[in-house]
Nanobody, 124 residues
Framework: QVQLMESGGDSVQAGGSLRVSCAVSGVNVTGRCMAWFRQAPGKRREGVARINGNGESSYNYFAQGRFTISQDRAQNIQYLQMNTLRPEDTGIYFC??????????????????WGQGTQVTVSS
C-alpha cells in the first residue's frame, strides 16, 4: 500500500527557512513522479514543485529560486526546502505521487496518492 506522510510544518518569521518532509512507503520515490502542492486559506490547491523518476525537478513561478525539492533515496523520503519565506507562502503543504515516473504539469487529478498535509505559517 502506498502511503505518504508529511511532517516538519511550523510557524516561522518572514524571511526565514523551513524544511518539510514526506515519508513514503509502498513505493520507491524514484519510481514515480512526485510533487508538493499547497493550499492557502480561501484559495485553490496549487502545485509547488515536482520531480520525476530521473531526478529532474520543476517549480511553479513563485517557488523558483527559493524552494528546492529533493529526495533521500536510501531513506525513501522527499523534502521541500523553503528559503526566504513570505506570508503568502502560508498554507497546508501536501505530498503527492503519480502512478508513473514521468511528470507533466501540476494537474491534481493526475496524482493518485496524497498525504494529509502539514501546516506552514509565515508571519510578518
Amino acid at each position: 500500500q502506498v502511503q505518504l506522510m508529511e511532517s516538519g510544518g511550523d510557524s516561522v518569521q518572514a524571511g526565514g527557512s523551513l524544511r518539510v518532509s514526506c515519508a513514503v512507503s509502498g513505493v520507491n520515490v524514484t519510481g514515480r513522479c512526485m510533487a508538493w502542492f499547497r493550499q492557502a486559506p480561501g484559495k485553490r490547491r496549487e502545485g509547488v514543485a515536482r520531480i520525476n523518476g530521473n531526478g529532474e525537478s520543476s517549480y511553479n513561478y513563485f517557488a523558483q529560486g527559493r524552494f528546492t525539492i529533493s529526495q533521500d533515496r536510501a531513506q525513501n523520503i522527499q523534502y521541500l526546502q523553503m528559503n526566504t519565506l513570505r506570508p503568502e507562502d502560508t498554507g497546508i503543504y501536501f505530498c503527492a505521487a503519480r502512478q508513473v515516473s514521468a511528470c507533466s504539469g501540476f494537474i491534481e487529478s493526475a496524482f493518485a496518492y496524497w498525504g494529509q498535509g502539514t501546516q506552514v505559517t509565515v508571519s510578518s
